[in-house]
């Protein structure tokens, strides 16, 4: 494969553009951040308008209402009528409101209900009591508000100059104190506002500073896993998948591996049945074509029956050398059901009777009187018994097969008087291809392990001996006891 084919294969198209996911992390935690940082600041600000305007209202009632409370005096000013602006008590009146309006607030007035004037404080300009006080009629809702409630504040207005400004009520018996005070909120509110898009831009570089950072610790990995798949899928398994991480991703990493492994057993098996399909098919086509030609070329009748029968004989081992690697290479999905364990032995035994060794042997079947309830496949049962009793016939002419309960799983045992399995060849011989004889594939012991585990059950070997039926080795199937009742 040329560099250019094997850099398309490892980046296939998808037909439109892809964004990365270092790109797409970083863009999600800067967009995250920033909308956090808004909406903290938005909810920031408003607390802050929200209090500072509270605070106003508390101070300009708290000022006017002091003033109505201490120097207004209703049933005095409430019997003033036009033309008593010359009179010395409304003149006294006039710079009270006047030194209110001078320490404390923009302006003053003490008006009636009907926002007709009683006292203002314009000396220069003096306004006639009665006058109509217009400016205050947009907020006629508010003084009678103040009537009903004592108090109350308008909503901030600014003037010409642009300087903001409230508007306080108090009533005063019959009458209405009102009072314009200059506040400053927006002053502070627009620092705060600053410092508020200040902080959310900060906010915006530092997440994509750590975006940056945290997607590299975590996107660089992935590229490289992603780019040991693509190896792996192209077939180079040379390079072990490494990334010595502690968290999801070393995990996948470490998964990673083990398919890799799995790949390379899996290429090494192939390869290893590929060579011994070649080895046992030579061995029977040779011996075929031997005793073909030597048929033709015989003129005895005899004999020309016994190569016959060679010919058939061969014919039988290339046979079984096929249904072996076929029933390897089937996939070892089952179906299971509830049944009786004796059946499928019996029938074993006798399919591995009529399939004798051809000599002097014998099988001695032990079976329980009651019924050995399991869970598996029955034609799987009975390959494994065929299997484990012709592998025990290879070696001996006697053959014990017992079906007993055993620690709560039901077992199927086979043992015989040959010469054992050594302990340490005990896990080995269960392998593909492993096998001391001088016919047979290896795959005996590989497929009865496989149905086994297939079935969720397992097999073991052990000696014979210690078990008292037998001098060589036992095979000892198991599978989870069921409640008699089931069947």
């Known amino acids: 494969m040329s560099p250019s084919e094997e850099a398309g294969a490892e980046e296939p198209s ?47 009632v708290h000022v006017a209402g002091a003033f109505a409370k201490t120097q207004v005096d209703p049933d005095f000013w409430s019997f003033l009528q036009p033309g008593d602006e010359v009179d010395l008590e409304w003149i006294s009146a006039q710079a009270q409101l006047d030194s209110l309006a001078t320490h404390y607030v923009a302006n003053a007035w003490i008006f009636r209900p009907d926002l007709t004037s009683v006292v203002t404080r314009e000396p220069g300009d003096q306004v006639p009591i009665g006058t109509p006080l217009r400016f205050l009629a947009p907020y006629l809702e508010e003084v009678r508000r103040a009537q009903r409630d004592g108090n109350s504040t308008t ?26 005070m200059a506040t400053d909120l927006y002053e502070p509110l627009g620092a705060l506002q600053r410092l508020l898009v200040l902080g959310s831009f900060a906010a915006l570089v530092l997440s994509v500073i750590v975006g940056t950072f945290l997607a590299a610790s975590i996107a660089y990995p992935v590229e490289r896993l992603v780019k040991a798949a693509g190896r792996i899928q192209r077939g180079y398994l040379d390079r072990p998948v490494r990334l010595p991480r502690n968290d999801e991703i070393g995990r996948l990493a470490d998964a990673m591996e083990r ?62 050398i096929i249904n072996d690697f076929l029933a390897f290479a089937r996939p070892a999905d ?18 591995a009777t009529a399939e004798g060794p051809g000599r002097d042997a014998r099988i001695e079947l032990v079976l329980p009187r009651d019924p050995l309830a399991v869970e598996a496949n029955p034609e799987q049962v009975k390959r494994v018994v065929l299997n484990l009793v012709q592998n025990a016939f290879s070696v001996s002419d006697r053959v014990i097969v017992r079906g007993l309960i055993d620690g709560g799983e039901a077992v199927i045992a086979i043992a015989d008087d040959g010469p054992g399995v050594p302990d340490d060849q005990r896990e080995r011989i269960f392998e593909p291809f492993v096998t001391d004889k001088e016919q047979g594939a290896g795959l005996g012991l590989a497929i009865v392990k496989r149905d086994m585990e297939a079935m969720k059950g397992r097999v073991e070997v052990g000696s014979a001996q210690a078990s008292g039926v037998g001098s060589g080795a036992e095979f000892r199937v198991y599978f989870p006891s069921l409640d008699a009742a089931e069947l």
Request: proline fraction near 2%; aromatic fraction near 8%; glycine fraction near 8%.
């Open 14 to 60: 998808v037909g439109s553009p892809r964004v990365s996911l270092r790109r797409r992390f970083v863009l999600l935690l800067a967009a995250f951040s920033l909308l956090l940082a808004v909406a903290f600041g938005f909810t920031t600000w408003w607390v802050a308008s929200s209090a500072l305007e509270t605070e106003i209202d508390r101070r300009l």
């Open 334 to 351: 089952v179906e299971m059901s509830v049944f009786d364990l004796r059946l499928p032995i019996r029938e074993g035994v006798e399919l």
């Open 259 to 320: 398919m890799r492994q799995g790949v390379l057993a899996r290429d090494e098996q192939l390869r290893l049945m590929l060579a011994q399909v070649a080895h046992e098919i030579r061995n029977p086509l040779g011996g075929l074509e031997l005793f073909a030609t030597a048929a033709v070329d015989v003129d005895d009748r005899e004999e020309r029956v016994r190569l016959i029968n060679r010919v058939r004989g061969e014919v039988g081992a290339l046979n079984r």
């Open 155 to 180: 909503t901030i207005w600014s003037d010409a100059a642009g300087i903001d400004y409230k508007y306080g009520f108090i009533a005063a018996g019959g009458l209405i104190l009102g009072v314009q």
